[in-house]
């Protein structure tokens, strides 16, 4: 019985608009209880606040509670979901920075920067692996701390609870196709193969239409910020190239590196924009906190980052599996990749867990790139996992957007500098 679960992370500025989705989907739900977790008390205490609010409000049929001790936190409960962020918003202007000093795209997930928080996620993760493997063994540990792919690599295939990895960056890529073709909030279907942030969709519908042949030129939605304007326009072109397909969003950065490098060195990076609003959002956490009847506006992280987490817990509970997008071992479900390869792919899941469908096949000229991009996953979730050195530069090594070990030296050298006691495996 899914009953209770806890959010690792829980004190973050998406806490809120997960757990508010969770709340107002209260009664299709088994949840009976919230725990939130995190290691910063004063952020954690607001959010607490907040979301106790937001469930009484709602008829009080969600206990919440919050704790900064991670053992009290996992101690018999049922879910487990992993949304922490090691080192915080400091680590993540290193992750955007450092590359771009050597000319590659800074961004959190993808190249060097999702490299250096693999390194502070992979051994965080596996500390909750193994408190949920101690204090709740038959739980189930979903993880949504990025990179998701190394991440649930690292995890799967240990001893203790089962994991699977989410992203709702597929909903986000199929959302945004469908608003620039003038159909903003139609239902959307489709096909997937890849690995997390290197996706390819197939068989796409919109509206139970075939997506047919795209235009020549599609604006992008209004409400995409700069980069991710550079980032459709980008994956437009992909699918011009590739008929029959639209391209993750993030693929972009392999084809046209300079483009992000150039847009970061004229704009400043991501994190520096999320910075300059981040205690906004707490302000606005507090003031709900206040209202007779609350109203939570602003969040960070899209509507999908909660529906995501309702769809999952209302599957682990239904007899019949429902059909999500989600990062697991591929397990057969796609020849393009090892079997022991984390992959993101659509699977059926329920009560009895996991049920994998036959994925297509990837465009025959995309497969170098994600054969790269698989064995740099594989070898970084093993070398985050440990100290070795000389493991972590072939592992960078191996990025695409990275390619030798020079260069792959170079960046670790000044991480370990720059990152000092946030990563330890360096000092």
């Not at 962020?85 to 050597?102: K, M, N, S, Y």
């Not at 899209?302 to 997008?325: K, M």
């Amino acid at each position: 019985m899914i009953e209770t679960l806890t959010i690792i992370g829980g004190g973050s500025a998406y806490a809120p608009g997960l757990c508010n989705a969770l709340i107002e989907h209260a009664a299709a739900l088994p949840l009976r209880a919230i725990r939130l977790h995190d290691i910063d008390d004063d952020h954690l205490a607001i959010v607490a606040a907040l979301v106790r609010h937001l469930a009484a409000h709602h008829g009080g049929r969600l206990e919440v509670t919050a704790t900064g001790d991670l053992v009290e936190a996992v101690r018999g409960t049922d879910v487990v979901l992993n949304s922490m962020r090691p080192g915080g918003f400091a680590c993540r202007q290193l992750d955007e920075t450092i590359p771009v000093e050597l000319g590659i795209p800074g961004q959190e997930t993808v190249g060097p920067g999702g490299f250096f928080f693999a390194l502070r996620s992979v051994p965080a993760a596996l500390a909750v692996h193994a408190a949920v493997a101690a204090h709740a063994p038959d739980a189930i540990l979903l993880n949504y701390t990025n990179p998701t792919n190394i991440v649930t690599q690292a995890l799967a295939g240990r001893p203790g609870p089962r994991v699977i990895g989410l992203c709702d960056q597929s909903d986000e890529d199929l959302g945004a196709l469908a608003a620039a073709l003038g159909q903003p909030g139609a239902a959307y279907d489709f096909r997937c193969v890849g690995l997390n942030h290197a996706t390819w969709y197939a068989d796409v519908t919109i509206a139970g239409a075939p997506l047919g042949a795209l235009p020549a030129t599609l604006p992008p939605p209004d409400d995409l910020d700069e980069e991710h304007r550079i980032r459709f326009a980008l994956s437009l072109e992909l699918a011009h190239r590739h008929p029959g397909w639209w391209p993750n969003s993030y693929l972009p950065y392999y084809g046209a590196p300079a483009r992000f490098v150039a847009h970061t060195r004229a704009v400043g990076t991501r994190t520096q924009a999320i910075l300059a609003g981040l205690e906004r959002y707490y302000d606005h956490f507090r003031e709900v906190t206040r209202q007779a009847a609350p109203r939570l506006l602003h969040h960070r992280g899209s509507a999908g980052f909660g529906d995501l987490a309702v769809r999952v817990i209302a599957a682990l509970a239904s007899p019949t599996p429902h059909r999500l997008v989600l990062n697991v071992v591929n397990q057969g479900a796609t020849a393009s990749f090892d079997d022991a390869t984390v992959v993101e792919a659509a699977v059926g899941l329920g009560v009895d867990g996991v049920t994998r469908a036959p994925c297509p096949t990837p465009p025959a000229d995309a497969v170098p790139l994600l054969r790269q991009l698989e064995r740099y996953q594989r070898l970084t979730a093993v070398a985050a996992a440990g100290t070795d050195r000389q493991a972590m530069i072939e592992a960078l090594a191996a990025n695409p957007l990275v390619a030798d070990v020079a260069t792959a030296g170079a960046l670790i050298e000044r991480a370990r500098d720059a990152y000092g006691d946030h990563l330890p495996a360096l000092r």
